[in-house]
């Protein structure tokens, strides 16, 4: 980088700052000239509010700040589970589409051209209304193994506690880390591929002892740190105990996951059919099963392509957990913009809170799978 490129940056900075403040001066000017206070102390305020969801403890004596901290994670929570189904389905829907059935291609492509083309909304409101709405009340739910029930008010599912034992499954966590990451480094140093046979068998041997490795730590976890399942009861006034799926919850992830798969579908479908047609004879001609084909030869070389369009997917599917407001699943938008608005008339702070946060996570996830994207990237020698 020269000398004028580098002055040139700057100024750039300089000018963009400067506007920036300017903006700031000006609306701190106009709030003060209507008598809104501008200041942030509402955070530190008492809430006065309930939340239907919550992964840590809450009540309406908290403050607005870990209302927030609430609702944020519940966005946290409803794009993660979003983004694993959309992209298992989506997957599913790709390889399929590349079938050499003729029905099961069919099915995959009128899957996507009919859901890509209804607007996730609409998708949402259908699988809430619709469907959850009129499932059974509580007395009548639907049983699976006498431990999962499904009604109108939610999915109730067993869960794993841990009342003592924190050190231990941290501890635990490190060592299958560890273990891992040594069983890797022996497969990257081994000194000869292992041959494939057509059967599978010998296909990266040591791949088995970490998944071993892993359900070992797991089993260690649950035994040292004195695991409980708690199983869902039905009491006077419902289910209690275990994990409960709010009907919200479960219409959004339904909703986005399938609206989303049809993207994900396609591009894991053009990243497949990118590859030259020998990869796969080749491949065909050392009698590889079509599975071990797709998932040791074709997967990872078309994972260089599916990586930079899946990117915006993913950041599209974050957004969109926005619309969890429609329904009132207690996420940042539906808590923070419309009850903590209405409660403390700050929305000038609010919007500018709220709208930092969605462009910080859908920084760090930009960062993340471009920083993948480049970990598998070939390098060309020259």
Same mark, same amino acid.
């Given at each position: 980088m020269t000398k004028r490129e580098i002055v040139y940056q700057v100024a750039l900075l300089f000018i963009i700052g400067a506007v920036v403040y300017l903006i700031a001066v000006a609306t701190q000017g106009n709030l003060a000239r209507l008598g809104v206070?501008?200041?942030?102390?509402?955070?530190?305020?008492?809430?006065?509010?309930?939340?239907?969801?919550?992964?840590?403890p809450y009540d309406a004596n908290s403050t607005i700040a870990r209302a927030f901290v609430v609702a944020l994670l519940n966005t946290l929570l409803l794009a993660t589970v979003s983004i694993i189904c959309a992209s298992i389905l989506?997957?599913?829907?790709?390889?399929a589409r590349l079938s050499g059935n003729w029905?099961?291609?069919?099915?995959?492509?009128?899957? %996507? *051209?009919? $859901?890509?083309? /209804?607007?996730?909304?609409?998708?949402?409101? +259908?699988?809430?209304? &619709?469907?959850?709405?009129?499932?059974?009340?509580?007395?009548?739910? %639907? *049983?699976? $193994?006498?431990? /999962?029930?499904?009604?109108?008010?939610?999915? +109730?599912?067993?869960? &794993?506690?841990?009342?003592q034992g924190w050190p231990w499954i941290v501890a635990a966590l490190l060592a299958a880390w560890a273990m891992v990451y040594f069983l890797r480094g022996q497969?990257?140093?081994?000194?000869?591929?292992?041959?494939?046979?057509?059967?599978?068998?010998?296909?990266?041997?040591?791949?088995?002892?970490?998944?071993?490795?892993?359900?070992?730590?797991?089993?260690?976890i649950v035994l040292l740190a004195g695991a409980q399942f708690e199983v869902p009861r039905e009491t006077r006034f419902g289910y209690r105990g275990g994990i409960v799926m709010m009907p919200e919850f479960l219409s959004l992830v339904v909703g986005l996951s399938m609206y989303n798969a049809t993207y994900i579908g396609e591009i894991v479908r053009s990243g497949f059919t990118s590859l030259p047609r020998g990869q796969t004879e080749a491949a065909d001609s050392l009698g590889l099963p079509r599975y071990l084909t797709i998932r040791l030869v074709l997967f990872p070389q078309a994972l260089r392509v599916i990586i930079p369009p899946l990117t915006t997917v993913y950041l599209n599917l974050f957004k969109s957990t926005s619309l969890a407001a429609a329904i009132?699943?207690?996420?940042?938008?539906?808590?923070?913009?419309?009850?903590?608005?209405?409660?403390?008339?700050?929305?000038v702070f609010i919007m500018a809170i709220t709208m930092a946060v969605y462009v910080f996570v859908s920084l760090c996830i930009a960062l993340f799978l471009n920083w993948y994207n480049r970990k598998i990237a070939l390098t060309v020698v020259t």
């Amino acid at each position: 980088m020269t000398k004028r490129e580098i002055v040139y940056q700057v100024a750039l900075l300089f000018i963009i700052g400067a506007v920036v403040y300017l903006i700031a001066v000006a609306t701190q000017g106009n709030l003060a000239r209507l008598g809104v206070d501008s200041s942030i102390d509402f955070l530190w305020k008492r809430a006065g509010f309930e939340i239907a969801q919550t992964l840590i403890p809450y009540d309406a004596n908290s403050t607005i700040a870990r209302a927030f901290v609430v609702a944020l994670l519940n966005t946290l929570l409803l794009a993660t589970v979003s983004i694993i189904c959309a992209s298992i389905l989506g997957l599913i829907i790709g390889i399929a589409r590349l079938s050499g059935n003729w029905l099961v291609s069919r099915l995959a492509t009128a899957y %996507i *051209e009919i $859901f890509r083309n /209804i607007p996730s909304l609409l998708q949402i409101f +259908f699988w809430y209304f &619709v469907v959850l709405r009129t499932l059974p009340r509580s007395d009548e739910s %639907i *049983e699976l $193994f006498n431990c /999962i029930f499904l009604n109108n008010r939610g999915l +109730f599912v067993p869960a &794993v506690s841990f009342e003592q034992g924190w050190p231990w499954i941290v501890a635990a966590l490190l060592a299958a880390w560890a273990m891992v990451y040594f069983l890797r480094g022996q497969e990257r140093r081994a000194a000869a591929p292992t041959r494939v046979r057509p059967d599978g068998a010998g296909a990266n041997p040591l791949a088995s002892w970490n998944l071993l490795v892993l359900a070992g730590i797991a089993g260690a976890i649950v035994l040292l740190a004195g695991a409980q399942f708690e199983v869902p009861r039905e009491t006077r006034f419902g289910y209690r105990g275990g994990i409960v799926m709010m009907p919200e919850f479960l219409s959004l992830v339904v909703g986005l996951s399938m609206y989303n798969a049809t993207y994900i579908g396609e591009i894991v479908r053009s990243g497949f059919t990118s590859l030259p047609r020998g990869q796969t004879e080749a491949a065909d001609s050392l009698g590889l099963p079509r599975y071990l084909t797709i998932r040791l030869v074709l997967f990872p070389q078309a994972l260089r392509v599916i990586i930079p369009p899946l990117t915006t997917v993913y950041l599209n599917l974050f957004k969109s957990t926005s619309l969890a407001a429609a329904i009132a699943y207690p996420e940042v938008v539906s808590v923070f913009v419309g009850t903590v608005n209405n409660l403390v008339g700050q929305p000038v702070f609010i919007m500018a809170i709220t709208m930092a946060v969605y462009v910080f996570v859908s920084l760090c996830i930009a960062l993340f799978l471009n920083w993948y994207n480049r970990k598998i990237a070939l390098t060309v020698v020259t």
